[in-house]
Nanobody
Framework: QVQLMESGGGLVQAGGSLRLSCAAS????????MGWYRRAPGKQREMVAR???????NYADSVKGRFTISRDDAKNSNYLQMNNLKAEDTAVYFC??????????????WGQGTQVTVSS
């Protein structure tokens, strides 16, 4: 079983920056991609950013140009640099890890979430 530990959430002023971290631990789980999803009050959960094993990234349109996701394979971690934060970015952010247990079928694990609040 893999465990995802998020950190870096908190309160930030609009226009400011915040960096989220996610560290994966566990055995026998091979991670192919990591990312971040968020859930804001009254809104559907959405993918914010995702990075694959080879470095391919995907971003939600609403965060393109403002957020950057990166990986540190040596630390089994990923980071979400969030710049020019807006009030609409306020949400619970969940780290995700996609991979497999000695299988071709991919599964996804989730962190417990970290709150990001952007004040206007």
């Amino acid at each position: 079983q893999v465990q995802l530990m998020e950190s870096g959430g908190g309160l930030v002023q609009a226009g400011g920056s915040l960096r989220l971290s996610c560290a994966a631990s566990g055995s026998d789980f091979f991670i192919n991609a990591m990312g971040w999803y968020r859930r804001a009050p009254g809104k559907q959960r959405e993918m914010v950013a995702r990075i694959t094993r080879d470095g391919t990234t995907n971003y939600a349109d609403s965060v393109k140009g403002r957020f950057t996701i990166s990986r540190d394979d040596a630390k089994n971690s990923n980071y979400l640099q969030m710049n020019n934060l807006k009030a609409e970015d306020t949400a619970v952010y969940f780290c995700s890890a996609e991979g497999h247990y000695y299988s071709d079928a991919a599964i996804i694990h989730w962190g417990q979430g970290t709150q990001v609040t952007v004040s206007s």
